[in-house]
């Protein structure tokens, strides 16, 4: 479609976003018009695209093709000799001064989630969002995609980034053509709420996610073990919490964390636990369903290095096919073994070498490729997903340090911050309420929004975490309790039968009233009723 055919915005603001609005089918879509510019970014510069219909541009032997659909813009891309590391999009934009701006971020977030004024040097991850007087619009990619995207607004500009790396370079297309992205957009319609927007944008941007078939809630032992756990102190901690599960028709879990394995070998248990499907048996046996811990990227000692991610240390390489087979085994074992949730961690870190906190510069250090350098990284990433998924049958899982966009959809949960704390109350304030507070828009929508657990230890004051348990258990939200024996009194007893109740329905999705302008929201609407925290 030729760039005369959309409509030419001028002095564009949130307000009046950059999309036509059309009826096709008789059913309302928004469609985003031709960008002005496009650059590819092959060596160490920005080259210019040139293009006469604003459709299809082209910069030496490479094209970028864009196809417009039913609400969305598709991006192409064919680089035949040329390594590709990312292709730009620029769109002519006015943001609003007192415009309010949130992102999302690569992975989990750390505690800096949170509306702010524009900043032209903010890479927004998937998706952003803007507010001002004038509306509420939206600009995002569909999960799945095939590299990974992120906005920038700046003055007077709209910029969309797709890194097509592989590794830290660029990637060897060869004679394949990429479908890079699919662009969607949205803004808010009449007094429509900005979480209740963002919210329907996230079901725009995935149309497929996993659903669970009851709510998933129930003990993890790392934030009081941390680690140092063993079969006795699982028994003894499921033994703990099972009886004040009463929903007898949706039974919680009891997820053993790091410390089962033999070092990096995770399919073989160390002498702690020298009979993995006993235990699983005595776990059920006391009224919970057995979930596993587990890091599926390092290699078992003395594997092959030539499996391994060349330059990257001791990490297998998901480009490799024998790999790929290994990792399917892994979870195979764990479906055989009897475990209905397997947590998968770490393949963020291992695989780029960086947490998603230290990727606002970059996803990883440049000059070095998997070992199939024809494909971008979130096309490896998504194949080391879907493989998992496929091995793992009907277990649940839960990405943990897993790419956000590339897991909606293929797991049913997702842990959406970093670690909250059994030893620090404001680690959990800061990575637990704060992406609570600004990831549930995703809850449902992209996946079960995982916020972690609740760190109850005598080194806590309970009426902090009172607070944390009762958001996590009365927002819909996945409700997991790590709890030192000595910090479980009647007092706390009485509260967790209530909240894992709560948990074990299907509750509203909890409502951040205040997050507009708190980054840690006090103020929430909770099974319809407004609830303030004193974080």
Known sequence: MERRNFIKLTGASLASLLVTKYIRAERPSSL?????????????????MQSSDGSLWTCRDIIVRLVTGEDEVSVFAQSPTMPLKEVQLSWKYSTPQQAKILGDAWERTYGDMGFAAKNST??????CVGHSDGGTVCFGVRTGCSAFCYWRMTEGDLILNLDTRNGGDGVLLGDRELHGAEIVTTTGKGDERVFSTVRRFCRQMCDRPLKVRQPVYGINDWYFAYGNNSADLILKHTALLAPLA?????????VIDDGWSLGTDFSRTNEKFPDMPGLIGKIKDLGMRPGLWTRPLLPKPGGNENLFIKGRGKVLDPSIDENIQQVKELFRLYREWGFELVKHDYTTFDLFGRWGADMRD??????????????????????????MREAAGDMYLIGCNAISHLSAGVFEL?????????KEWKRTRDMGVNTMGFRMVQHRNFYEADGDCVG????????KNKQWMQLLGQSGAPLF??????????TQKAFIRQCFDDASKFLPVGEPLDWLDNDLPAKWRLDDKVVEFGW
């Open 456 to 463: 109850l230890t005598t080194a806590i004051p309970w009426e």
């Open 414 to 422: 997702y842990r959406i911050g970093d670690d909250t704390s059994g």
């Open 362 to 387: 970059g996803m990883t250090t440049p000059g070095w490729r998997f070992h199939d350098a024809s494909k971008t990284n979130a096309e490896i990433i998504l194949l080391l997903y879907r493989s």
């Open 32 to 48: 985003l018009r031709m960008p002005e510019s496009i650059s590819i970014l092959s060596g160490d510069v920005f080259l210019p």
């Open 481 to 490: 309790i790590s709890a030192q024996p000595e910090a479980v009194g009647p």
């Open 246 to 254: 009463i929903n007898p028709a949706n039974r919680p879990f009891s």
């Open 122 to 127: 903010r890479k927004m991850p998937w998706y």
